[in-house]
Every structure is written in C-alpha cells, then in structure tokens.
C-alpha cells in the first residue's frame, strides 16, 4: 500500500511546484493527439516556447525528462568520430560529455572547477589552438554548483571564429530556460533544450528543443542512430500534418501550454527579474543564518547551492526540515554530497515561498 | 487562442478515454521523484506491472511513448551487424525493422499479408533455414489492422529451437498488454513493452519495458549507442536507491499506478474476458450495417478495423461522426488510409461505449 501522500513545500531545482490552477488543467478529458484540438494546442505551445527561446528557428516538442532532450541534442547533431568541446563547471556539464562519448564523439573535456563559471578566454583559447571541433557542448545554468554560465560571451567568442573553425553551440537551457535570459537567436546557439519541470511550474514529462539553421544543416548530416528522439521525423509530422510523430504527453502538454502562456502573460522581463531577485533575497536570507553560496560569483536565478554550517550534514538537515516543517530542499551532487544543500526558487516562486525556509532554517540552526 | 476544448467520445486505439477519477489523481500536488513517496509509488507501479507482463524478471518505467520503449528494446539488446528477423502483419511490425535497421541491425524481414496473422509454420521455417538470428521482433497485437498474433504460438517454436539458433524474442506488447493474455515468463519472452495510454485507461506519457534474464545478458553485451533508455542506468539506479535515473513523468506516474491498481482489483482474467467480449460485441453491431472487419480471423480484443461501406470514404464517416456525434474513432494506416477505419476498445471500454457509435453508424449509413 502507497503511504499516505504528504505533501511537501518544494523547494528542489525540479520538479518545481505545479500552481493548483495547472494541476486543474490535467483533468481535462483525454483527447486524440491526431485531432483538431491537440494539433491546436500544439501549434501554440511550440509559438509560446519560441518567444521565450527567442528564436524564428524550428522548434520540436518531446516526450521526456530533460536529458532525453540533452540525447536528442547529440544524436541529431554528432556523428561518431566527430570532436566535441565539452564544456562542464559542474556535474550536467559532465553529463553532455558522457551523452557525447556514447555517441561515439572524440570528447575534449574543458573542465572549470565546481563553484566556478567558464571562462569565455579559456573557451576562446582552446578553440584557436586546437584542430576544429565539430560542436561545443555548454550547461548554461549548473544545477549542481549555482552557477549561470556566461552563455552570452562564450557564444560571442565561438561566434568570432572563422567559419571553418566555428564549432555548433548546443546548449542545456534545461533549468535556465524562462529564469534567466537566453536569446537563443541574438546568440548565436545552434541547439538549445528545456524541460517541463522547472521555471516554468508544469508537470515533468515533455521536453523542448530548438534548432538554428546551422543546427538543421547538422540534423540533415548527423549520422548517429536514433528514432524515437529523430528531429526529422517530428519535422516531417508537423509540417505535413502539424502533428507530433508519436504519442505525446497529452495530459502534461495541456499544463505546459497554460504554463507558458501565463510566463508570457507575465512577461519576460517580469519573470526574469523575479527569478533574479527571490535568487538574490534567499541568498542575503541565508548568508544572514551564516549560509555561503557554493558559487563563486555568477550566482544562479534559478538555484542556490550553499555549504551547510559546520556540525551539521546536509542529510540531517533536510530530514528536519522535511518532518519538522514539510519543506523539501535538495542535497548536494557528486562529491559535494555531504557538504552541501540546494535550494530551487525558479518556476512560480516569490519571496513569500522562501520565508517558511529561512524560518525553518534559523529555528533548526538555533 | 486555443479553440474551446470539445470532449469527444473516444474510441481510438490510443490515447484512450481516461475516467474522471484516474484524471482527478493527476492533481495531486508535485512530489519529489528522488522522495520516499515516489519511491513507494514506483516500486509499486512496478510491482503491480508485472503481474500484469505475468514476469518476475526485470521491468522499468520509461518516460516516453511507446515507440520510445520500442526504441529502448532494440538500442538495449542489439549491436550493429545483429542478424534481425523482423516479424511483420502491419504497420507497427513494420515500425520494429525500421528502429532495427537505424540502429545498424541487418534485418531480414518476414512480412506477412495486412489482415492476416503471422503464421507460426513459417516463422519456424525460416528460422531453421536461415544462419542463426541474434533476435526476433514481433508485435502482439497489430493496431493498424486488428490482428493479434498468436504470440504463444510463434514463442513456443522460436523456444524449441537449440540453444545456438534460438533467437531473442522481442514483443510490442503496447496494444495487448492489459488487453489480451501475455505470459511473458511462461512463453518464453525476453523483452515486452508496453505504454501507459493503451489498455489502463491512463494518459499518455510513461511506457513500461520488461527484461527476462536472457535479455538481461543481451543489455550487458549490446554495443548500440544509448543513454536516455539504457536500461543498465535505470537498474543501477532503482537497486541502489529504488529511483528513476532521470526525471520520470509523476503526474502521469499517479494516474498509472491508479489505473494499475484498478486492472488488478478487476482482475486479470475479468479484464481479458470483457475485452474480448466487447471486441465480439463491436464486429457483430457492425457485420449487421454492413461493415466488415478487415482482419480475417485472430480478431484483436484491442482494435477493430473495418472496411468503410461502398460509397463512403473514412475520412466522411470520421467527419460525420465527429461533428454530428462526439464520436471520434480512428483512420486506416498506410494503403488503408481511404478504405478503412479503426475502432479503439481497449481501456476501461464496456459495450455500453460501443451501443452510441453503432447507433450513431446505423444513422449515418442509413
């Protein structure tokens, strides 16, 4: 028998809080994802998902977690042989290197220690220095660390190169994507993916990826093995018949695109400036209880990974605070497991969601 | 703007109709998938799965379509050069040696005429003439045409084969299982998958993939690129920590193991016998307008496709029934696209659901 649900105020970098109002939407009845109504719904949520990508590129919509849409990125793009800079400040910068090096790819690894945000000079020198790479894979933000990479001036220093060196940019907007500003056209990102759980308070279960022109030319080429997550084929279905190639999530789709158009409702701006500023508030809230960020500069809007205080272990501290007080924070990644905890404010969160933790934290920590 | 959402009476092979109450679980608050709480709801929904695949193998929840699982099969137990023998009655028969051949396998495939059953004579015969297959693929039940292969059967002389010529068998089970009897351990298969908006009366968005310990020793060796659907993550994941390796879709996880728990309260022999009865049900209220089912015996519990009367094309019939009834059924597949149509009775179908279509049809054609 399931334990009786509990439920949590969360506070994790994903799933994010899904508001009651989008949960409501999931109750309407199922419907055929070949008719008029989804082909609808489907049109609009791929218009709705450009705008806050901000390209006039392609745009394809799948049925899985994030790093399904990190995979598609690679086997759309790469073929085995292919080198690849893979750029890691953290551990799902590490997880497009592994993705890449399944796929048969020639991995340079371009590793900035955790804390740390990549260096644009560093990109910049590696690519002059070495024989071309075919793609350049980047995390724009790093769950694991609280670090928003630079994506803007790494872009800007790839996008300078001659074009024979110029590598593709495929980037994981994964938990960046509508909590920090990332204008993939302006840009110059040839792959950009997202999922539905985080900024933008859906569901989890769909996921989304963007593709330049530069990127299509690659689609076109790539000769890694794929089907379920082949970008031609999804092509081929919406522009023949403006349908998905295979089942979707229908359910989680009718949250997703009342998810977006309430971003869009609130506007860009609005919802990136909100995401800055709760980031900022949970930061001076936990510095005040003695908290430090991990990162080191280029603080995340969309999450706070901080060093526990010294006598407690980030185990204890989430146990307390989730039996104590029914608030969900994660643990640290990798080696920062007993070291650290992280604190997700993207998706539909306000300064009032961070209260009750800052409370929590100040009574548990005495 | 999205067009007002019309409830249709669905009758398609899938997505099908989710009641109101499995539709009501979804709203349930979002939950940590790394959280005891979806911990116990996975382990059960996994339990619960295979009662239903009758294994005590191993078996893993997908977040994806069926075609994902169908792609998980292949990338899990075949490496480039794998002699395939790809059984085919149809469409989805058809989809298995495509996924085999992108993924490097040299499919030889056995193709047998839409609206018949595969024959397990020839399936013998080819197996005993032919150099040794790593695998067979097969679909147990052919949506595009309303067969369902005599599964145990083709097992049973596949089985009988000596160790060095037996291949791996391979099933589509996503339209049969939880439709029609599939005992996996007991005939003999060695990998089955199935997807959540088939016969539970669940949303799309999950898909379910089983393994038997011979399988199991294809995943280990099987050189196919793969990362998203390595199956060897999510086993290394569930045993160590009893979660997902990625992001699973927990919205529509809920209604699943909702909808799992109601097959298993029904029963599962109760839900065969209704299937099959309201299959009958379905092929007698239309022999007597005239309409013939396309498949000529091994009638499907799952779908019924007929042939529109003289006169009429699908597309008219589909019209007609759409607008005028709230009745949405499906279109013919491939060469059946202007001749046939497809009656979806898998889910939570009783004929209490057919009597407004036959109604609706006995108008319509007069």
């Known amino acids: 028998m399931l334990p009786e649900f509990e439920e949590l105020h969360l506070l994790i970098p994903g799933p994010t809080a899904v508001p009651e109002d989008i949960r409501h939407v999931m109750t309407r009845p199922m419907t055929n994802h070949r008719g008029p109504f989804y082909k609808a719904l489907l049109a609009e949520m791929v218009e709705m998902a450009k705008q806050v990508f901000q390209t006039q590129g392609r745009l394809f919509v799948l049925t899985s977690s994030g790093t399904g849409s990190m995979e598609a990125a690679i086997a759309n793009t790469i073929s085995p042989g292919d080198r690849v800079l893979g750029i890691s400040i953290g551990s799902f910068g590490k997880r497009f290197q592994i993705i890449a090096e399944r796929f048969g790819a020639e991995v340079t690894p371009l590793d900035f220690e955790w804390g740390e945000a990549a260096d644009p000079q560093k990109v910049a020198e590696v690519l002059e220095k070495e024989p071309p790479f075919h793609a350049v894979t980047i995390t724009h933000n790093e769950t694991s660390t609280g670090v928003l990479n630079p994506l803007e001036e790494i872009c800007a220093v790839i996008n300078q190169l001659p074009d024979e060196k110029r590598p593709l940019i495929i980037v994981d907007g994964i938990s960046s994507l509508g909590a920090a500003n990332l204008a993939m056209d302006a840009w110059g990102c040839d792959v950009v993916t997202t999922a539905s759980q985080k900024a933008w308070g859906a569901p989890p279960g769909l996921a ?151 409370e929590a934290l100040a009574r548990i920590l005495g």
């Open 208 to 358: 989304f990826i963007a593709v330049s022109d530069r990127g299509w030319d690659a689609v076109q080429k790539a000769q890694s093995p794929r089907f379920y997550f082949d970008l031609r084929e999804y092509e081929r279905y919406f522009v023949n018949k403006g349908e998905p190639p295979w089942t979707p999530s229908v359910s989680v789709a009718y949250a997703m695109h009342e998810a977006l158009r309430q971003v869009l409702e609130e506007g860009l701006e609005n919802v990136f400036a909100r995401h800055a500023r709760v980031a900022q508030y949970t930061r001076e809230g936990l510095a005040q209880l003695g908290m430090k960020p991990f990162a080191r500069g280029h603080y995340s809007p969309a999450v706070t990974a901080v060093r526990v205080p010294e006598g407690w272990s980030p185990q204890e501290l989430r146990r307390r605070l989730r039996e104590e007080y029914k608030i969900e924070i994660a643990g640290g990644q990798g080696h920062l497991a007993d070291s650290v905890v992280r604190i997700g404010h993207l998706g539909k969160v306000t300064e009032a969601d961070i209260d009750p933790l800052l």
